[in-house]
């Protein structure tokens, strides 16, 4: 059973950075490919990026591609998310997932494919 634990939302004002920690346990984590999804009201939940288990591959929506960036420590068992240039649109909750592997799959960003996933974390962006 993997264990996930979102930290770093917050509400910032449009143009602003933020990042969000995923901190993940109870498995080996440098086996686990990690994501970030995130839900706003009334939409279903956006993959938004991904990153294979050793990092070398990393995955992106197009709406966040050169604006966000995904990272992890496998020595610290956590990945984040570096967001910039945030936008009113990325208010949302923000959800951290991980599975075994899904390393090369194309559909990355469907929310069916992850087992373990986080409660959470609130972003609000302000105009």
């Known amino acids: 059973q993997v264990n996930i634990v979102e930290s770093g939302g917050g509400s910032v004002q449009a143009g602003g950075s933020l990042r969000l920690s995923c901190i993940a346990s109870?498995?080996?984590?440098?086996?686990?490919?990690m994501a970030w999804f995130r839900q706003a009201p009334g939409n279903g939940r956006e993959g938004v990026a991904g990153i294979s288990s050793r990092g070398g591959s990393l995955y992106y929506a197009d709406s966040v591609k050169g604006r966000f960036t995904i990272s992890r420590d496998n020595e610290k068992q956590t990945v984040y998310l570096q967001m910039n240039s945030l936008k009113p649109d990325d208010t949302a909750m923000y959800y951290c997932?991980?599975?075994?592997?899904?390393?090369?799959?194309?559909?990355?960003?469907?929310?069916?494919?992850?087992?373990?996933w986080g409660q959470g974390t609130q972003v609000t962006v302000s105009s």
């Open positions: 997932a991980a599975d075994e592997g899904l390393g090369g799959r194309s559909d990355w960003d469907s929310s069916a494919i992850y087992h373990y």
């Open positions: 109870g498995y080996t984590f440098n086996r686990l490919f």
